[in-house]
């Protein structure tokens, strides 16, 4: 098995020790440090009397899944990219992860203007899917970056959902649902490009009743 900080096939080498550290850090910013982006989707302005106190609610639960979604993204791309075994599957990895670290902050900001918080099971997202994650690339970059590809499949199908879903006057979490939706496709497509494999019949749908459980506990709790 490649363990993080070993040499990689390609002559790699990383310290055990700062691989280790690293990835403590970055779990403990993910999950307790304010999400933080210089790219800004271009929200439309919003007039604060378009929802009403239930599309309000409604709004809210969906950007709590929605945001649950990012936390479980940034353990699943981190848990990947700590047993990479390329450099250039880790930097493709990573450079996802701040992509979707974008998007954390933006679900992370429309929660506050909605007057609600975060899934408060967010933990427990994060470290499932960085074992996920982990336990995927151990397999080789293939099949990680083909889980990644099979993923962000089933996630453009979850944003198409909550775009179907959301209130007609929501534009502002609406922007923010379209702009994840492409980058998303990007992440899968890439993924694809460079070697991802088809995953086995029954992980699509394991990973499909994951996400359920998954997305029924965070529009709640």
């Known amino acids: 098995m490649f ?15 700062d691989t280790l550290i690293g990835a403590a850090d970055r779990a403990l910013r993910t999950l307790f440090a304010p999400a933080r982006t210089d790219r800004n989707p271009d929200l439309p302005a919003e007039d604060p009397e378009t929802l009403g106190e239930a ?36 930097a493709f990895l990573e450079q996802a992860a701040r992509e979707e670290g974008d998007h954390l902050a933006w679900c992370e900001a429309r929660l506050t203007e909605l007057g609600s918080h975060p899934s408060r099971l ?26 990644v590809t099979e993923t962000e499949r089933q996630v453009e ?48 749908g394991l990973m499909r009743g994951i996400s359920r459980i998954m997305t029924s506990a965070a529009y709640w709790i």
Do not use: C
């Open 3 to 17: 363990r993080p900080g070993s040499a990689s096939p390609h002559g790699e080498a990383r310290d055990p020790l």
């Open 55 to 90: 599309e309000r609610r409604r709004s809210a639960g969906l950007m709590r899944v929605n945001h649950a979604g990012e936390i479980s993204a940034q353990g699943l791309y981190h848990g990947q990219a700590l047993f990479s075994r390329s450099a250039a599957t880790r």
């Open 122 to 147: 967010n933990p427990l997202w994060y470290l499932g899917s960085l074992a996920i994650g982990a336990a995927t690339a151990a397999l080789g970059d293939g099949i990680s970056l083909g889980f």
């Open 157 to 204: 199908g979850h944003l198409a959902g909550h775009l179907e879903r959301l209130p007609a006057g929501d534009r502002r979490s609406r922007r923010i649902l379209e702009v994840m939706k492409s980058d998303e496709a990007a992440h899968g497509h890439g993924a694809r490009a460079r070697g991802g494999t088809a995953l086995p019949g029954p992980v699509p």
